[in-house]
């Protein structure tokens, strides 16, 4: 079936790096793909999305970049802050109606 | 901002017993999901309706689940007879456009005794 995989499963930096998440999906018809920001207990929430048609997207210190032909998506954090320590989890609209989320990602920021 | 409400936030039941749990879609989206989350551990696509019925399924959303709108504005989640394994957290998802973001409720933390 329709899978997503995301590395790393843990991520950890210091302030002001860069954090790189990566993704990979197995269904050729995705066309959408979202990242989501979640917080310990909270919802996940959209932080950026891309669609097929578009190789790279950029909000502000946030961007995503899709390779479609090595199925392939990843999500680029620049100038990492505390506040930005939570789980991030890809996703694949897989052209159906249903979204596969990867697995995510925990990110710590050390101050 | 528009958002999308679920209830109750905190559901405790004993295993064997139905519970069923409601979202209120953001009033002109069109397309309706339910993911479950198990704690610590990945958002898990369940189901999605669209027109009044199921588009798609997976293979977690066997009989003991179902889906409905029974009044045109809620959407409901209705689960038979719940194991212990059914605890998590439930998440109700609209959106307007089929490419276009999802917008989650607050969720429900399902806990089977």
């Known amino acids: 079936g329709e899978n997503v995989e995301q590395h790393p499963s843990t991520l950890s930096v210091q302030e002001g790096d860069s954090a790189v998440i990566k993704c990979t999906y197995s269904?050729?018809?995705?066309?959408?793909f979202p990242w989501y920001k979640q917080e310990l207990g909270k919802r996940p929430q959209l932080i950026i999305d891309?669609?097929?048609?578009?190789g790279e997207k950029k909000d502000q210190r946030i961007a995503v970049t899709l390779n479609k032909t090595a199925k392939h998506f990843s999500l680029h954090i620049t100038e990492t802050q505390p506040e930005d320590s939570a789980v991030y989890f890809c996703?694949?609209?897989?052209?159906?109606?249903?979204?596969?989320f990867g697995a995510g990602t925990r990110l710590f920021v050390k101050a | 901002e528009p958002e999308v409400t679920q209830t109750p936030s905190h559901q405790v039941t004993q295993m064997g017993q139905e519970v069923i749990l409601r979202c209120v879609p953001i009033?002109?989206?069109?397309?309706f999901y339910w993911y479950r989350q198990i704690l610590g551990q990945k958002v898990e696509f369940l189901v999605s309706?669209?027109?009044?019925?199921?588009?798609?399924k997976s293979e977690i959303f066997d009989d003991q689940f179902s889906v409905e709108r029974p009044d045109g504005s809620n959407f409901t989640l209705k689960i038979r007879s719940t194991k212990l394994e059914d605890s998590a957290m439930y998440f109700c998802?609209?959106?307007?456009?089929?490419?276009?973001?999802?917008?989650f409720g607050q969720g429900t933390r399902l806990t089977v005794v």
């Open positions: 998802a609209t959106r307007d456009e089929f490419d276009t973001e999802a917008f």
């Open positions: 269904d050729s018809a995705s066309n959408y």
């Open positions: 891309i669609r097929s048609n578009v």
């Open positions: 996703a694949a609209n897989t052209g159906g109606f249903k979204t596969i």
């Open positions: 009033s002109n989206h069109l397309y």
């Open positions: 309706f669209y027109n009044n019925e199921i588009s798609e």
